[in-house]
């Protein structure tokens, strides 16, 4: 914009009149002129040597208005540059700005000028003006600054509003009313707490200036000052080294770069931690929270960095400055994890329920097809069909006379009878020999003999190969069952916690309020049951009994879970979430509109290209181990046998029973039978096998 933005202050009342009126004693015309004409060269000078490369502002009022003509606005350089013109009453405060001026100055910031030239007579107009642009940030307090000089801007109260407008140039006219004297604020020496102004040069009438001198950049070289850094230890980025006893971390090392490319001294110091119960605050009172905190000693000016793992919030921007991230930490939880053990069913753990169920049931079809690959055989060669399928014959049988086993000459054939006798039978004759005969194969175990008839060798072969197969997958499956870890069961996803009904933890509020803003549907319900907690020092012990879970970055967690293993917590009893809930850039903390921003900002963005700050966060976190388990050998022990033991307990306790049924059976079936002879048993077993179906 080439053209004149005069936004001139119409409602004001006052003119030159009134200011003439107001001083004491009243100058003569001729005074004032010669004021004015001189006051106008050393601008036009100035904004010359300023170099303005984009637009420039003027504040003034009515006495110096008349300074700002065409031929001043012409000596911003070879070509137009933009500009902005206010004129201010001279009796009007300005703790709170008229809404003109506030439309000015954002005007102004949105266009990013580089001077502001401020002709204010009224020392306490000019003084509540730079406080207003402290404390709003409606300017950037970095840009150059040119002042009348007036005792009332160096009070105690403006501290901290020179030490960060460090580039500002104080006019100040000579006794001898024929020269200026230009000075500005004396940087780094302001940081110890005293407003010193450094002389810069006299200018006199024809003279020029030099802006090497007028304009320098006093805050890429600090002179060896000593900067107060506040520390909030928190992994990785600041912690203490005992062996060394030293802070070591990310941000401390990109503090010690700071220090190497400014030239001045950090002095570290440990913030005290706030009780757990100041951290239980509202929403609506964050500010209490932040000046108890790391946040609250720059609010404090107590520091002039501070680091310690902050994140992007925006009520620390409220406060204080923030630089460029340097690092993007994945937030996430630290939960409970429980195993899923299963030791003692590993034995049936290589096949589904569904393959067992074929692989039963194909044990029951391929022993009644062997039940009937014999009975047909039997049809074909016109042997004996006695044997089959007794259980449907037993009907139609007529049944012997009971009497008749009585007699003498019936008990003397039966003594008499050998196993010749009995009718000539093939092993796969009987149903409960098929089924018994294919589950041997299915273990593996031999036939006693093969099969006399070739139908039944033949499909015995092929169940072989069957066996064999099935067999092998078996095998397979258990050696990786044994070789993989038991599975456990964990928390992976904010819908996975929610379920859980565990406690959310965290040590910020701001934490707590990103959940509760949040759009997810899962995070507002985790946020709504967050609580803040302050002592870590019985934290893992908590979780490892799920009776919480803590927020936080993933290699704070991995530490918190090193630590709880150094306090007897097992480590697979915590668990860090896989999903990570949001990725944060962390950065540092400087103060309210600091004139170290942009050095800060270039110096980190120079480590981040060099591949440093990923170097230092490699060293940080060496020694905090992944989530990530090494696989476990292919080791039989004591545990994982485990299954053989609940089997073999089955099979005694089968055994036991079956024992219990024979011994019943014998009892209550056997000895009862007409035939049977306590002291000659062998006539009953000659009975059984020479009449089956008796």
């Known amino acids: 914009m080439h053209c004149l933005a005069l936004l001139s202050a119409c409602l004001s009342l006052a003119t030159a009149a009134n200011w003439r009126e107001m001083a004491s004693p009243s100058p003569s015309p001729s005074t004032v002129d010669s004021y004015q004409a001189e006051l106008k060269q050393l601008l036009e000078r100035m904004l010359w040597r300023a170099q303005v490369q984009r637009c420039f502002a003027v504040i003034t009022d009515d006495l110096h208005l008349a300074l700002y003509d065409r031929r001043y606005f012409e000596a911003a350089g070879r070509s137009p540059r933009p500009f902005y013109v206010l ?57 150059k600054f040119i002042l009348l000089h007036d005792v009332r801007l160096f009070a105690e109260d403006m501290l901290h509003v020179w030490s960060v407008c460090v580039n500002a140039v104080f006019l100040r006219r000579q006794q001898d009313n024929s020269s200026y004297s230009i000075s500005t604020i004396a940087f780094p020496g302001i940081l110890n707490g005293v407003v010193v102004v450094k002389q810069l040069a006299t200018w006199e009438v024809g003279k020029r200036i030099d802006s090497a001198i007028v304009f320098k950049d006093k805050t890429r070289n600090l002179q060896g000052a000593e900067l107060p850094v506040a520390i909030a230890e928190h992994v990785p980025m600041v912690y ?55 946040i609250g000693e720059l609010v404090r000016h107590q520091a002039r960095i501070g ?14 400055e923030l630089s460029a991230p340097h690092s993007v930490e994945c937030l996430t939880f630290l939960t409970p994890e429980s195993s899923a053990d299963e030791s003692w069913q590993t034995f049936i753990l ?18 009644s097809i062997f039940y009937l690959i014999s009975y047909f055989n039997a049809l074909l060669t016109s042997s004996s069909q006695v044997s089959f399928f007794r259980c449907l014959r037993r009907k139609r049988v007529a049944k012997r006379d009971p009497l008749s086993w009585r007699r003498l000459s019936f008990r003397i054939t039966l003594g008499r009878a050998r196993l010749t006798d009995a009718p000539h039978r093939d092993i796969f004759d009987d149903y409960s020999n098929c089924i018994l005969l294919t589950y041997s194969m299915l273990l593996y175990v031999a036939l006693p003999r093969m099969p006399r008839n070739w139908p039944l060798r033949v499909l015995t072969g092929w169940y072989w190969i069957y066996c064999i197969l099935l067999v092998a997958t078996y095998r397979a499956s258990f050696t990786a069952i044994l070789a993989n870890p038991a599975a456990s069961i964990t928390i992976d996803t904010l819908k996975d916690l929610s379920r859980a009904r565990i406690p959310p933890t965290t040590g910020a509020v701001e934490n707590k309020q990103f959940f509760v803003e949040s759009s997810d549907d899962a995070a507002r319900e985790v946020g709504a049951r967050m609580e803040i907690v302050n002592n870590t020092d019985d934290l893992t012990k908590r979780i490892a009994r799920g009776q919480c879970a803590y927020y936080d970055n993933e290699y704070y967690l991995r530490y918190l879970r090193t630590s709880g293993a150094a306090k007897g917590v097992a480590t697979g009893a915590l668990h860090i979430m896989r999903e990570c809930v949001v990725h944060m850039p962390v950065v540092l903390a400087l103060e309210k509109n600091s004139a ?56 005694y306790l089968l055994s036991i029973a079956v024992l219990l049924v024979e011994q019943w059976h014998f009892r209550h079936v056997v000895m009862q039978h007409p035939i049977y002879n306590a002291h000659n048993p062998s006539l009953y077993y000659n009975f059984r096998r020479l009449y089956p179906d008796e």
């Open 596 to 651: 170290l921003k942009p050095h800060v900002n270039n110096i980190i963005q120079h480590l981040c290209e060099a591949g440093l700050i990923s170097k230092w966060l490699r060293d940080a976190i060496i020694r905090l181990p992944a989530e990530e388990r090494a696989p476990q050998e292919a080791l039989m022990n004591l545990h994982k046998f485990w299954s053989s033991f609940v089997a073999l307990g089955i099979g």
């Open 87 to 143: 004129r201010v009453n001279a009796s009007e405060s300005l703790n709170e700005p008229p809404r003109h001026l506030e439309l000015l100055l954002q005007s102004v910031k949105a266009s990013d000028c580089d001077l502001v030239v401020l002709t204010l007579l009224n020392g306490w107009q000019a003084k509540q003006l730079m406080r207003f642009l402290y404390v709003s940030r409606a300017l950037d307090m970095q840009s």
């Open 307 to 320: 680091i310690g793992d902050l994140h992007t919030f925006q009520s620390y921007v409220q406060h204080v």
């Open 350 to 367: 290589p096949f589904s329920g569904g393959m067992w169920a074929g692989v039963l049931l194909s044990l029951v079809v391929v022993g």
């Open 240 to 294: 203490w080294n005992r062996p060394t006893n030293r802070y070591k971390g990310v941000e401390i090392g990109i503090v010690k770069a700071l220090a190497k490319a400014l030239n001045f001294e950090p002095v570290y110091y440990a913030v005290n931690e706030t009780e757990a119960g100041e951290w239980e605050q509202s929403a609506h009172s964050n500010e209490t929270h932040l000046e108890k905190g790391l």
